[in-house]
C-alpha cells in the first residue's frame, strides 16, 4: 500500500493541484459549500503520502520534516482553516516534486555514463565470429570493433588502427590515435578505423565500470556539513515542536501556532548541503576527475600544498632510451641485449624502457634472469647466461661495492644534467655501461600549476627517485618552490608527514606503485588514473582519467566552487527561515504564504547548486588569464 502511494506521488500531487483549481472556480461561481468540500478533499488527498513518511521515520525513532506538516495539516483542519490546509500539503508535494526533478539533473552526469555503457560485443571464438552480450565477454576473447562501434571491453590492440572517443573515461572529447600494442577502455566509441583486441578486464572490473561504481559510491557520501546538519536537523525539528507549544501557551492563538510549526521546517538547510556535493562530483565525472566524496570535496577545497612526484606525473611518463654508452669490452648491442634480459622481470618504468629499446631491435628475450633481487627504488641483480648484473643508480652501485670509474662518472653527471637518467649497468663487478633515459615534461604542466597558484596554492614540492640533476632541471623549468631527488617510498612518506606536521594541507599525486604510500598519507591523495597503477586509483581521493594536470587545476577550483556553494545554500536558508519566522512573529506572514516561500527556498538552494554542474575550468582560465611562467627548456 504505501510503496503504491509512494509510486502515484506525481499523480496525487497534480490531482490535489486540480482539487484546488477547481475550488478556486468554486468559490468565484458561489458555490462555498462545495468549496469547502473540495478543499477537504485536496487535504486529505496530498496529506495521505506526507502522513505516511512521517509515519515511517516515527518508526525509525526519527522526527522529521514531514511530521512537522502533519501536525501542521491537523491542526489547520481542527481550526477550520481548509484553504491554508490544502495549499500547504499541494505546495510540500509540489515542492518535493521540483526538488526530485532537479536533484535527478544533478545526477544526470551519472546517468549518461550509465547509458553509454555497450550492450554487445562481436567476437571470435573457435575461427568463428559471433555477437553476445556484453556480460558474457570472458578475458583473453578476441574482440573486434569497427567504425561507430564501442569498445565492450578494456584491452590491447593485437591488430588495426581507429580513431577513438574516449570522452567516457578521459572527459576529453578529441578523439585519441590508437595503433597495436595500445590499450583501450570499455565504453569509449570508434570515429573511425577497425581494431581486433585481447580482452583484459571484463564486467566489473573495466574501467569504466569502477568510474560507475566510483561516482555512485562518492555521491551517496557525505561532507562534514552534511553530517553536522543531519545532526542538526535531528535536534531542530523536535525542538521547533516544542516551540510552537511555546507559541500557542504564550499566545492562545492556534493558528499562530500551527504556522510557526511549518514555517520553521529547516527543508531548504537540509537539502542545501547534499544537492552542492552531488552537482560537484557530476561535473566532476563529466569532465574526467573522479572526487571520491563529499567529504573528499571539503578536504580538498582547504588543500595549500602540493607534492608531485616527477615521472608520469608532471613528466609524461614515456621515457625512451636517448644514448647507449659502453667503457669496456662489450659491445653496446650486446649489452643492451643481457640488460634488457634481466631488466624482463622488472615493473620499473625505467627498466621497461629498457626492455622496449631491445624490442625495438628485434633482439629475442626469451631466456629467464637467475637469481632475480629486486631492490626497491635503485634497481635490480641477476644473473643472466652466466653473468652476474646489477643495473640501478649509484646508490646500488654502492651497496654492491662496485666501483664507477671517474670517466663514467663525469659521463653521467653530463647526461642529468642535459636532463636523462643514468642508469649504470655493471657486469660481474664492473661498470660495462650507461643507459641514458629521458622524459619529457607534460605541456599542461605549467599552466596548470600557475593556474592553481592563482586559486589558493602556496607551495609546491617535487618528490622524486629520479637523479639530483635531472630533478633540478625539472624544478627549475616548472618553477617549484622546492624538490627533493634520490628519494625511496618511505623517504617520500617521512617528508609528506613533515608537511602536515608543519600545518599544511598536503595533496600527494602521483602515478606508481611506489607513490602509494604517500598518496595513502597525505590529506589528499590524487593519481594519474589513464596511466597509473589500479592500486594507486583505488588508494587516491581524486582521479585524473585522462592523465592531465589542467584536470587536476579544475579538480582544485571545482572543490572550492562546491564548498562555497554549499556555505552560499546553507546562509540562504538560514536566512530565509529566520525572516520567515520573524514575519510570522508579527503577524505579517500566514500558513500559505509561508509554505510558499519556504518551498521556493528549497527550489532556489537546488537551482543553485546545479550551478556547480556548467562550472568549466576554461570558462574560468578565460576569466583570470595566467600570469607568464619563466620556463628554460
Known amino acids: 500500500m504505501f510503496a503504491f502511494i509512494h509510486k502515484k506521488k506525481k499523480t496525487i500531487t497534480f490531482t490535489a493541484g486540480f482539487l484546488l483549481a477547481l475550488a478556486l472556480v468554486l468559490n468565484f461561481t458561489g458555490h462555498y459549500d462545495l468549496r469547502q468540500l473540495v478543499l477537504i478533499l485536496a487535504t486529505i488527498i496530498a496529506g495521505i503520502p506526507i502522513a505516511i513518511k512521517a509515519f515511517q521515520a516515527l518508526m525509525m525513532k526519527a522526527f522529521s520534516i514531514e511530521m512537522l506538516v502533519t501536525i501542521a495539516i491537523i491542526g489547520a483542519l481542527f481550526i477550520g482553516e481548509y484553504v491554508e490546509s490544502a495549499v500547504v500539503t499541494f505546495l510540500f508535494l509540489f ?16 546517468k549518461s555514463l550509465v547509458d553509454i555503457a555497450p550492450q554487445e560485443a562481436t567476437i571470435i571464438r573457435d575461427g568463428i565470429t559471433v555477437t553476445v552480450p556484453v556480460e558474457r565477454v570472458i578475458r583473453g576473447d578476441r574482440v573486434l570493433i569497427r567504425t561507430g562501434g564501442k569498445v565492450p571491453v578494456d584491452g590491447k590492440i593485437i591488430t588495426g588502427h581507429a580513431l577513438l572517443n574516449e570522452a567516457a573515461i578521459t572527459g576529453e572529447s578529441v578523439s585519441a590515435s590508437k595503433k597495436t600494442g595500445d590499450k583501450v577502455f570499455g565504453s569509449t566509441v570508434m570515429d573511425s578505423g577497425y581494431i581486433e583486441i585481447i580482452a583484459e578486464k571484463v564486467g566489473d572490473d573495466t574501467t569504466f565500470a569502477k ?15 552534511e553530517k553536522f546538519l543531519n545532526k542538526f536537523a535531528n535536534i531542530y525539528t523536535p525542538a521547533v515542536v516544542v516551540l510552537s507549544f511555546v507559541v500557542y501557551a504564550l499566545t492562545r492563538d492556534l493558528h499562530l501556532a500551527i504556522t510557526f510549526l511549518v514555517i520553521a521546517c529547516p527543508g531548504a538547510l537540509i537539502i542545501g548541503a547534499p544537492v552542492s556535493s552531488v552537482a560537484g562530483i557530476g561535473n566532476g565525472a563529466k569532465n574526467g576527475v573522479l572526487v571520491k566524496g563529499g567529504e573528499v570535496m571539503d578536504r580538498f577545497s582547504k588543500v595549500d600544498t602540493l607534492v608531485f612526484d616527477k615521472t608520469g606525473t608532471l613528466t609524461k611518463g614515456k621515457p625512451e632510451v636517448t644514448d647507449i654508452k659502453v667503457f669496456h669490452s662489450y659491445k653496446e648491442q650486446e649489452l643492451l641485449r643481457l640488460v634488457a634480459q634481466a631488466e624482463t622481470v622488472s615493473e620499473h618504468h625505467l627498466g621497461q624502457t629498457i626492455v622496449k629499446r631491445a624490442k625495438t631491435r628485434n633482439m629475442a628475450l626469451d631466456q629467464e634472469p637467475e637469481q632475480v633481487e629486486v631492490i626497491k627504488g635503485n634497481g635490480l641483480a641477476a644473473s643472466v647466461e652466466g653473468k652476474v648484473l646489477v643495473i640501478g643508480n649509484r646508490k646500488l652501485m654502492k651497496a654492491k661495492n662496485i666501483t664507477i670509474s671517474a670517466v663514467a662518472e663525469a659521463y653521467a653527471v653530463e647526461r642529468e644534467k642535459a636532463g636523462n637518467t643514468a642508469i649504470f649497468a655493471a657486469a660481474d663487478g664492473i661498470v660495462e655501461g650507461i643507459f641514458s633515459i629521458a622524459d619529457q615534461i607534460r605541456e599542461d604542466a605549467a599552466p596548470a600549476l600557475a593556474q592553481m597558484r592563482k586559486n589558493g596554492i602556496k607551495k609546491i614540492v617535487m618528490l622524486t627517485g629520479d637523479n639530483q640533476h635531472t630533478a633540478e632541471l625539472v624544478a627549475e623549468t616548472l618553477g617549484l618552490d622546492e624538490f627533493h631527488a634520490e628519494l625511496l617510498p618511505e623517504d617520500k612518506v617521512a617528508f609528506v608527514k613533515k608537511l602536515k606536521q608543519q600545518g599544511h594541507v598536503v595533496a600527494m599525486a602521483g602515478d606508481g606503485v611506489n607513490d602509494v604510500p604517500a598518496i595513502a598519507t597525505a590529506d589528499i591523495g590524487l593519481a594519474m588514473g589513464e596511466g597509473g597503477t589500479d592500486i594507486s586509483m583505488e588508494t587516491a581521493d581524486v582521479v585524473l582519467m585522462a592523465d592531465k594536470l589542467m584536470q587536476f587545476s579544475h579538480a582544485y577550483s571545482l572543490s572550492k566552487a562546491t564548498i562555497r556553494n554549499m556555505k552560499q545554500n546553507t546562509f540562504f536558508a538560514v536566512g530565509i527561515v529566520a525572516v520567515l519566522l520573524a514575519g510570522v512573529l508579527m503577524g505579517s506572514i500566514h500558513l500559505a504564504s509561508g509554505m510558499f516561500i519556504h518551498e521556493a527556498s528549497v527550489l532556489i538552494v537546488t537551482l543553485n547548486a546545479m550551478r556547480l554542474m556548467s562550472f568549466n575550468r576554461k570558462k574560468t582560465e578565460a576569466e583570470k588569464p595566467l600570469e607568464p611562467v619563466n620556463v628554460r627548456v
Open 95 to 110: 515542492g518535493d516534486y521540483l526538488e526530485v526533478r532537479t536533484l535527478e539533473k544533478t545526477r544526470s552526469s551519472l
Open 211 to 225: 568510474i560507475i561504481e566510483l561516482v555512485e559510491e562518492a555521491q551517496e557520501s557525505k561532507s562534514k556539513t
